[in-house]
């Protein structure tokens, strides 16, 4: 840390590659946005460097980079996406918040989030659980007021102690404590029950993946009988950026319809399957009579209960960068 205040930037470059995946997790906690949380890490690490010399060693580096991007994201919060939030307005779905909800909600590669807690035995997986980075938890804490969203992180899912978390804020004890209380009624409110059983989830389940693979022979065969029997019939399937919902089976097939069955259907379909914020997903192509390649679509996020679809979160084709797929994809050439 003296060569560090001294101002080596190769010795800053070292301890700062330690804990930037951590904290691009901390900041997509924090915004709910992939994108922005890597421009928030940036930041971060811009303000760190300047502020090198005020680095007393008082706390571990790491906490000093977290109190930094915590404070950086707060700053982010209180412009436009401020008023982004404003205008979004409180959760329409109690009890089962909708991602639609939160048109900047964006997800999160879990190849990217095992970096943030390479070793699955370690302290920091608990902290990448499906419970702390799961998409309907995301969309709840949204709509808590900045600060209380950012001590609900710090207490609850960095474990941090009350005074420190206060010192990082530059809050009092007692106001950590009461932001520290309104923030987990509101999410007792919020969140669905069935959350309490991902607490050691890290990765989808066998009966999660099993439930895709059926999800993606029936998707690529256009068999809409076939995916009609994996949903359950209160399945609501959300499009953030757009503020669409559809509640119920009947509602989600009407949607599909058109596009797998009759003179109007799309074309070939071809699926890649996915792991996204510690849940099982797809990326969907399809091919157009007429047309030499497949063309990405969407890409569909699974929530599963008791072996069906309960919940489908599909995210524009524009985000498929993020997960190393391309935008469009030759078919396979078969031998003679």
Same mark, same amino acid.
Do not use: C, N, Y
């Given at each position: 840390m003296e060569a560090v205040r001294a101002g080596d930037e190769a010795v800053f470059g070292e301890f700062a590659a330690r804990h930037r995946h951590e904290l691009r997790v901390h900041c997509y906690r924090l915004l709910g946005s992939f994108t922005d949380a890597e421009d928030l890490v940036q930041e971060t690490l811009l303000r760190a460097w300047r502020a090198r010399e005020s680095f007393e060693g008082r706390s571990t580096f790491r906490a000093w980079l977290y109190r930094i991007a915590t404070n950086a994201c707060l700053d982010a919060l209180s412009g436009a996406r401020a008023r982004e939030v404003a205008a979004a307005g409180a959760p329409g779905h109690p009890g089962r918040p909708a991602p639609a909800d939160v048109p900047w909600l964006q997800p999160y590669p879990d190849e990217l989030l095992d970096l943030a807690a390479p070793d699955e035995g370690g302290p920091d997986a608990a902290a990448i659980a499906r419970e702390t980075v799961?998409?309907?938890?995301?969309?709840?804490?949204?709509?808590?007021?900045?600060? +209380? &969203? $950012?001590?609900?992180? !710090? /207490?609850?899912?960095?474990?941090?102690?009350?005074?420190?978390? =206060?010192? *990082?804020?530059?809050?009092?004890?007692?106001?950590?404590?009461?932001?520290? +209380? &309104? $923030?987990?009624?509101? !999410? /007792?409110?919020?969140?669905?029950?069935?959350?309490?059983?991902? =607490?050691? *989830?890290?990765?989808?389940?066998?009966?999660?993946?099993?439930l895709l693979e059926r999800y993606v022979t029936a998707s690529r065969n256009a068999d809409l009988t076939g995916l009609a029997a994996l949903l359950r019939e209160d399945v609501r399937q959300a499009m953030p950026p757009a503020a669409l919902v559809f509640d119920g089976r009947a509602a989600v097939l009407d949607m599909w319809r058109p596009v797998l069955e009759g003179e109007e259907r799309w074309g070939e379909w071809h699926c890649v399957t996915l792991a996204v914020n510690r849940l099982p997903a797809v990326a969907n192509y399809v091919r157009r009579p007429g047309e030499s390649s497949f063309t990405a679509v969407n890409i569909d996020v699974l929530c599963a209960e008791d072996g069906l679809v309960t919940e489908i979160t599909t995210f524009g084709p524009e985000l498929l960068p993020l997960f190393g797929l391309p935008l469009s994809i030759e078919p396979a050439v078969t031998e003679p």
């Open positions: 799961e998409l309907a938890f995301l969309a709840a804490i949204q709509h808590l007021p900045p600060r +209380q &969203r $950012a001590v609900l992180i !710090l /207490r609850d899912v960095a474990g941090w102690p009350v005074t420190e978390t =206060a010192e *990082a804020l530059e809050m009092s004890v007692a106001s950590v404590k009461s932001a520290s +209380q &309104r $923030a987990r009624a509101t !999410l /007792r409110e919020r969140l669905p029950r069935r959350r309490a059983d991902w =607490a050691a *989830a890290t990765r989808p389940s066998r009966g999660e993946l099993d």
